[in-house]
Each structure stands twice: as C-alpha cells, then as structure tokens.
C-alpha cells in the first residue's frame, strides 16, 4: 500500500503504532470512525486487525507512508513514549497533522509528576521501563504544538490521590515490572497528594478553527468530569 492507495482509500482515521486495536475501537466509539488503517511495524498485530475489522499495513510509522489531508483525523495511543527522543515526538504530531483533515489525538504516560513521585521514594511502574524512551511531559507537546500556532488542548488523566494506587512502587522496586502486588514488591510509602498526582495526558491538536469548532464540544462531554485542562490554545 502507498501513499496515493492510503488516500484514495477514504479512511476516516488513521492509527499509528495500533498494537492490539484499543485506539481503533476508542476512534470507532467517541468519534463514530467507520474505516480504519492501523499501522503497526510488528506484523503480529494484522490478527488483531482482522479480529476486529480494520485494515492492517505493517510499517514503521516514521518511513513518511502518508500524503498530506489523506484522513480525517490520526490517532496515537502510548505510541510517542515509545519515540527515540523528544525532536522524534515533534517531528510525529507535525507529520500526523499533515495527515490529517481535521484532528490529531494522542493518548500517553506523562511524566509531569514523576520527579514528586521520587521525592517521596515512589514511582510509576512504567517510568523506566526500557522502551519507553521519550519521557514526554504536557509542557513538552504544548511547547512543540504552541510554538507553530496550531490550536490544542491538553488534559490530565489517571489521577491518583495517594499511593494505594497499583500503578505506583516503591523506588526499590525493580525495572520491568507492572502493577504493584505487595507479596511480590518491596513495600512503599504510605503518602496521601494534595492535590492529586495524574499519569496520563491526552492530547487534541486541530487542522484549524473550524474543526476545533467541530470537535470541541465533544471533548466536553468526553473529558469534561473527570480530567484536568493542563493547556488550552486556540489561536485566531
């Protein structure tokens, strides 16, 4: 499949680094995406694709495969952590933007609260984990996305109001480990976080003003209760 294939093909959305299709089904049910191109570099996922009903390329994701306005709308689900560095998450959003008619979303860890973890002898599981390369914080995509003038808003997820939560170890635990299981982990501190620590950020980045207008209402209802604005920027 090539780029003048990709385009002619009417997809609705784009998935970059689809793994197992958990993007793919979040853009089918808050978004209404009927047609769906998947790209993941590990071929193992196309049983995921043809499982759940969407096209399948395996590629790497930075080989420039998408003309300019070939979709609606890029998604990226914990796929930028997984960039070698930060100028590579950069250089993802804008090539996803290019791609995309009217929105781009991205779904990740952040590590805004990582150091205030530390300073209480805790961390989240997946923070060192070894593919995840680009410890990317709110202020870095709203950084690269402000900069270009490019309308966006950021909101945190995944809070935490103290360390009970499974995603959270002590420091002493070892690297490549998931959730916290107290009789297989080194015990950790007991702290209560004033206000709340987050884990994630999703990201919303527009083509341009008439698409926010589109799709910014939506986002009320999707992220309005339960998540925090870190950055909103809506140039004229």
Not at 189 to 209: C, G, L, N, Q, Y
Request: with cysteine.
């Amino acid at each position: 499949m090539n780029e003048q294939q990709i385009k002619n093909a009417g997809y609705d959305a784009i998935d970059l680094g689809c793994a197992h299709g958990n993007t793919v089904q979040f853009a089918r049910d808050a978004f209404g995406a009927k047609k769906i191109l998947g790209i993941d570099q590990r071929g193992v996922h196309h049983k995921d694709a043809k499982r759940m009903g969407f096209d399948f390329l395996k590629a790497d994701v930075l080989d420039d495969l998408l003309d300019d306005d070939c979709t609606k709308f890029v998604t990226m689900g914990h796929f930028l952590e997984h960039m070698p560095d930060l100028d590579s998450v950069d250089l993802v959003l804008m090539y996803a933007l290019e791609a995309a008619t009217e929105f781009v979303y991205a779904g990740n860890p952040t590590w805004d609260c990582v150091p205030r973890l530390k300073r209480h002898g805790l961390k989240y599981y997946w923070a060192e984990w070894a593919d995840h390369l680009a410890h990317v914080t709110t202020k870095d995509i709203h950084r690269i996305l402000s900069r270009r003038g490019i309308a966006h808003v950021i909101f945190a997820s995944g809070h935490a109001a103290n360390s009970t939560d499974l995603d959270m170890h002590s420091l002493k635990s070892p690297n490549g480990v998931a959730h916290y299981d107290a009789k297989q982990h080194p015990p950790k501190p007991m702290v209560t976080f004033v206000p709340s620590v987050f884990k994630e950020m999703t990201v919303f980045a527009w083509k341009d003003r008439q698409a926010w207008l589109k799709w910014r209402p939506k986002l009320n209802v999707l992220y309005g209760k339960h998540h925090r604005i870190m950055y909103e920027e809506i140039p004229e």
